[in-house]
């Protein structure tokens, strides 16, 4: 009787031990990832400036053709813009600063920071301090 209780308690010691390993450490938090298609759904923009860079570009796209236009972002760090009418319409880089909230879209010798506004697994709304544009895109 003596030798059953020590085991007894080594062994409930043993699977509690191991069932909370698992708990604590067996579910990882899931990252948030860019990559892949997205669907420009909305381009908004709240200045009353001239502008040029990547919001003129993506407005005058969705303006002269009726095909929704998208971008695409790969593991490699970069990016294109497209409709499904044609191919590559305008290759970059990117990368996001998760510190600050911030993708950077490096187009020629420039970045363009596009705030984080808000991102989700399907969604992802972004802002543009340099000229005020917003973006509003959805995953494909």
């Given at each position: ?21 698992d708990?604590m450490f ?14 420009i759904?909305n381009i ?7 502008k ?15 095909v929704?236009l ?33 993708l950077?879209?490096?187009k020629?010798?420039t970045?363009m ?15 543009s301090?340099?000229d ?6 959805s995953?494909?």
């Open positions: 009787m003596k030798t059953k209780i020590p085991a007894a308690i080594i062994i409930a010691a043993t699977c509690i031990s191991l069932l909370s390993c708990w067996g579910k990882k938090p899931k990252t948030k990832t860019i990559t892949g298609k997205w669907t759904e908004a923009d709240s200045s009353k400036k001239n040029n860079g990547l919001g003129i570009l993506a407005i005058a796209m969705m303006a002269k053709d009726s929704p998208g971008i695409e972002f790969r593991p490699d760090s970069s990016f294109s813009l497209f409709n499904t009418k044609d191919s590559v319409q305008e290759p970059g880089k990117y990368y996001i600063d998760t510190a600050i909230h911030t950077f879209i490096k020629d010798s970045d920071p596009l705030k984080i506004i808000e991102w989700t697994d399907s969604s992802l709304h972004l802002f301090t340099a005020s544009v917003w973006y509003m895109l995953k494909k």
